[in-house]
């Protein structure tokens, strides 16, 4: 009987209807059939999550209306299906010695895509993938350094390793791996000049293969990490940066609503684009705004202060509608998680306290946020705060200052903020309360010029610094175990 079904599927599957539990089912899976007809499928994973995207998208448009409900959901569920999968069934925890550079490969991209973090895990991946970097291709390097960036995984040392490999082959790169090379080092705050400015040349070079959506995420990730910055004069940076500006408008028409959100950015903005390519990205983002979310709308709204005070020819350029919008973004109340303060802004807190200086800790003000914020005046009527710089206000294993960090700096001077910063070395070296004290009586004594930047000083040797910071570590663990032993009550009669 089932060679005679083999040719006929409507006939096995009315045969097969008759066998105790068998049937078809969804993309080709089995199921069980019990009485009365009922059948239920057995499905993948991913099928699963597919349809209960697709019932979950029409249950809302049915109950809100899709004119209110619009796209945002949907952006959603989409990004969270249409995931590049290989077809490669791997094992996580595998012999690493018995991989090749495609297993490998697949399980860096499987462990980070289901947020494995295990150290020695990504450890024994480190090895390695160095053992291998020789075989790895330019595509494969690119899926590699989507998982490192995604898992951010930081070992010093495969990076300074695994780079130079990259450089060589970079002329290989296309769209997703030019992509997740960027996105790794911003998410990873890696600074390399050298690599940044190939990047960019090789971006302008394959600008007609290269998608909407990834060349947003490059020039984002080039002007985070230094790319152009105000205080650099090198011509070749000024020279790419012309470059990508002039391709910019052409490249952004490609992009839907949902990609072209993640345009409005402010350091790219501040730092990368010219007037027209501002003024079009503020005119656009008007239109498109029903998209946005509230991240989006709290950069949209900080894009708007940048092009005020960093580039005042743009707001005129706008239509009238634009800069309503703009206007009523300011008034409207934009949903945040706040931020809580660190352990060592608590700390200066405790002995801003002890000196009797009235403050408040960690708020907003307009779109951005201050650390800590004083109640007195300057005598000029000037308000005064205090930003608590640490090791992640500055590039990976540097004490440079991030381009973020510079122009938050530029736009609170700018606005009338008197703005100290208490690097997090400087208070290191400070030994006990009373050098503590002393040091913010200093800081906070005298008048900072108005529209003070923010420089750097002269880089310490990696050595060094990477001393200090295991000593700030260990420092920040005796402080915080401190804290849990302080707020401890006792219910003990």
């Known amino acids: 009987m089932a060679a005679r079904l083999l040719g006929r599927p409507w006939a096995a599957a009315e045969g097969l209807g008759r066998l105790p539990g068998g049937c078809w089912g969804p993309g080709s899976g089995g199921g069980v059939r019990y009485n009365r007809g009922v059948f239920k499928a057995r499905m ?23 004119a209110r409900f619009n796209k945002r959901w949907r952006s959603w569920a989409q990004n969270r299906v249409r995931q590049f999968r290989f077809p490669l069934p791997v094992t996580l925890t595998a012999d690493t010695s018995l991989m090749d550079a495609t297993y490998v490969m697949r399980c860096v991209q499987k462990a980070a895509s289901l947020r494995k973090h295990d150290v020695k895990l990504w450890f024994g ?83 007609e293969h290269l998608r909407p959506s990834d060349f947003i995420k490059v020039a984002n990730a080039l002007a985070q990490l230094g790319l152009q910055d105000e205080l650099d004069s090198d011509s070749l940076d000024r020279g790419l940066k012309e470059a990508l500006c002039r391709v910019a408008v052409e490249k952004l028409e490609e992009t839907f609503a949902q990609q072209f959100r993640d345009a409005m950015h402010p350091v790219t903005i501040g730092y990368l684009w010219n007037d ?28 708007a202060v940048v092009s005020r005070i960093q580039k005042p020819e743009v707001w005129p ?14 008034q409207r109340h934009i949903s945040d998680r706040g931020r809580r303060p660190s352990s060592v802004q608590r700390d200066v807190s405790r002995h801003l306290a002890d000196l009797g200086e009235a403050h408040r800790n960690s708020f907003r003000w307009g779109p951005l946020y201050i650390d800590i914020g004083l109640e007195q005046l300057e005598v000029d009527e000037r308000r005064r705060c205090l930003m608590v710089d640490s090791p992640s206000s500055f590039f990976f294993s540097s004490d440079q200052y991030l381009p973020y960090k510079r122009l938050q700096h530029s736009l609170l001077t700018s606005l009338g903020w008197d703005v100290r910063r208490v690097r997090w070395d400087e208070w290191l070296e ?42 700030f570590k260990s420092w920040k663990l005796e402080l915080e175990a401190a804290e849990r032993q302080t707020e401890k009550i006792d219910f003990e009669i």
């Open 276 to 303: 027209e390519v501002t003024a079009y990205i503020l005119e656009r983002f008007r239109r498109i705004f029903i998209t946005a979310r509230p991240m989006h709308l709290q950069k949209a709204y900080e894009s």
């Open 317 to 330: 350029r706008l239509s009238q509608d634009s800069k309503s919008f703009y206007v009523r973004l300011s």
């Open 125 to 207: 991946y480190s090895k390695r993938l160095l053992e291998l970097r020789d075989e790895l291709t330019a595509e494969q390097l690119g899926y590699v350094l989507w998982g490192y960036g995604k898992s951010s995984f930081v070992d010093a040392n495969f990076y300074q390793e695994m780079l130079p490999v990259v450089k060589l082959k970079l002329q290989g790169f296309q769209s997703h791996a030019l992509m997740s090379l960027m996105w790794c080092l911003k998410r990873l705050k890696w600074y390399d000049a050298e690599l940044n400015r190939r990047a960019a040349q090789h971006s302008l070079e394959i600008i």
């Open 430 to 471: 400070l030994p006990d309360a009373q050098r503590k004290r002393e040091f913010l009586q200093q800081l906070l004594s005298g008048s900072r010029p108005i529209a003070e930047e923010l420089k750097d000083r002269p880089a310490v040797p990696v050595s060094e610094l990477q001393d200090k910071l295991r000593r």
């Open 44 to 66: 993948r994973p991913l099928e699963r999550a597919v349809l209960r995207a697709w019932r979950d998208e029409q249950r809302n448009v049915r109950k809100y209306g899709i």
